[in-house]
């Protein structure tokens, strides 16, 4: 029996009034736009009493989604897109039994968690969940922190469909915001035939083309009515195939980026986040209704001509000044220094017009495999000879970001999806510590689902 499943997926007609009668009684109001309320993704249940483990059962099968009121075939965890949120704390066990209802493979890829290899969802040398199968992810959560999860085959067309949600690992030391809201950023429109089969099922624009409009956690421009005088912690996520998202809003205070809590606090005018990119912020809310938009941004340079596009609204309710900011335990430190050696280089090519996507002149699964002796500390340059912007993600590690196009970081950078401009290096340090084959990748999807991906093996050193 299949079962329809109810999503918050859904598209709004905002503003749209009758044909005006020719000569009116009364003159015509417009209608308000009705901005639909906000909500956050719901959150997985815990199916263990026990402290410690956050035990939870993820579902994945097809669903019909409700797009402006027409139907459109996605897939879905649980039958929510975005899927459940994950809520655990540092230290905790996540177990997750997957099981798989799609008529296709899948996996589940724990995006920035140094997971063991075997729980990691990527499907190099691993076979992935086949249809009717079940299988579970077990493994501890290392860091706190801000990250995703979603399948690592097909990915392209999997994540596009409506695969993906947050996970989210609290630090018991961190203060706690008044309320925080899950905000997962993806670029609806890609999916315009959702009968196309195989190779992708999606249609990016690779062009000048920007999201218009950004879905927020399933909602065009919803409202987030919160009591003026709290703070909010915002926890974003940019989970486009091919979309960057340039998020800003009036007195923005970023707090955390990829892998938890940045050195102290932030106040940039706004935050990129590429696809597969994570940040946080904290919200002061006063008196004013506050817009986050983002601005036209395009993988082809960077800041573009258009205008910024509305994701949502936070719109004080009741009167109160703006509150303090929280006092978060900044973990401080410096940025580690450069060095004149390159160990490792991961060059970027590729041809948009054919869609060929390359690293170090090899295409996935074509690739030669790097190996580097469990422990080792290394410094790898980044370089991106390409005509697009590519954000480089690596598995089962983070790394420290020591410098962007010869500019050494200002802070202590941890990140583990970090965006690379057109003709820039970037170097990075990583302590390669976990044993395994660990995929290494553009993130937006369509590049690596055209070659743009290889694998870097950590040896055991048993
Ligand atoms: Cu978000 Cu290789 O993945
Ligand atoms: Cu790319």
């Known amino acids: 029996m299949r079962r329809r499943a109810t999503t918050t997926l859904a598209l709004f007609l905002v503003g749209c009034t009758p044909p005006s009668d020719p000569e009116p009684e009364t003159p015509t109001e417009p209608t308000p736009a009705i901005a639909p309320a906000f909500a956050n993704p719901a959150e997985a249940d815990d199916l263990d009493p026990a402290t410690g483990i956050l035990s939870v059962r993820l579902v994945a099968e ?73 299988f579970i992810y077990e493994f501890i959560l290392g860091e706190a922190g801000t990250f995703w999860y979603h399948p690592h085959f097909d990915t392209e067309r999997q994540v596009d469909r409506g695969l993906y949600g947050m996970l989210i690992v609290e630090d018991p030391d961190e203060p706690e915001a008044d309320a925080e809201l899950v905000l997962v950023f993806d670029d609806w429109g890609e999916s315009t035939d959702p009968d196309e089969e195989g190779d992708g099922g999606a249609n990016h624009g690779h062009g000048a083309a920007l999201p218009d409009p950004w879905l927020v956690s399933g909602l065009v421009g919803p409202e987030a009515v919160v009591p003026a005088g709290s703070v909010l912690r915002l926890r974003l996520l940019n989970v486009s195939n091919a979309a960057y998202a340039d998020v800003s809003w009036p007195g923005l205070r970023q707090i955390a980026t990829d892998q938890g809590l940045l050195p102290a606090l932030e106040e940039p005018s706004s935050i990129l986040l590429a696809p597969g990119d994570r940040a946080e912020a904290e919200l002061l809310v006063g008196a004013e209704r506050v817009e986050l938009t983002s601005s036209a941004y395009s993988l082809n340079g960077g800041a573009t001509p258009g205008d910024p596009t509305l994701l949502m609204s936070v719109t004080p309710e009741g009167e109160a000044d703006a509150p303090a900011g929280l006092d978060w335990p900044w973990p401080g430190g410096t940025p580690s220094d450069d060095v004149p050696w390159t160990d490792l280089i991961y060059v970027f090519q590729g041809d948009p017009l054919t869609g060929e996507w390359l ?70 340090r990583l302590i390669a510590d976990n044993p395994g084959d660990w995929m290494t990748h553009c993130h937006i999807l369509p590049h690596a689902h055209g070659g743009m991906m290889t694998v870097l093996r950590v040896l055991d050193a048993r």
């Open 62 to 134: 097809d669903v019909e989604l409700d797009v402006g009121g027409e139907s459109v075939s996605g897939f879905a965890y649980n039958g929510q897109v975005p899927g459940p949120t994950l809520r655990a704390s540092v230290g905790d066990t996540l177990r997750v039994e997957l099981e798989n209802r799609l008529a296709v493979a899948t996996t589940i890829h724990w995006h920035g968690v140094d997971v063991p290899y075997a729980m990691d969802g990527a499907t190099w040398q691993l076979d992935p969940v086949g249809p009717g199968e079940t």
């Open 359 to 428: 690293i170090n002149g090899e295409t996935y699964p074509d690739v030669t495999v790097r190996e580097l002796p469990l422990n080792s500390d290394v410094y790898v340059t980044v370089r991106n000879l390409s005509p697009t912007e590519h954000p480089f993600h690596l598995h089962g590690h983070s790394f420290e970001v020591v410098s962007v196009g010869g500019v050494p970081s200002p802070r202590r950078t941890i990140e583990d999806t970090v965006n690379v401009r057109i003709r820039e290096d970037l170097r990075l």
